[in-house]
């Protein structure tokens, strides 16, 4: 299925796509913590094979954010143009 510019989408896909775009943002940065705590535990608590964690591993975990970036701008550009439509119709 081709991607529909956004300026081209119904009102009704635009909501449909935005709550999408949140549900998948929101279990991704719920992933992206838990990820942090288990990361955090393992350098907290060393006990055993955890002791064997990498502090290098952190740059992992922070530098996961960067894939949420394309998934942020993507919801902006959508509530920018439900905004704009918004605006317009009243």
Do not use: D, H
């Amino acid at each position: 299925m081709a991607q529909q510019a956004i300026t081209e989408m119904t009102i009704e896909q635009l909501e449909k796509n935005k709550a999408r775009y949140k549900g998948i943002l929101t279990g991704f940065c719920f992933l992206w913590g838990v990820m942090i705590g288990v990361f955090i535990y393992a350098l907290l608590f060393k006990s055993g094979r955890v002791s064997k964690v990498s502090p290098a591993l952190l740059v992992v975990v922070l530098g996961s954010v960067t894939t949420m970036l394309p998934m942020f701008n993507q919801l902006k550009a959508v509530n920018n143009e439900l905004k704009k439509r918004n605006t317009n119709a009243q």
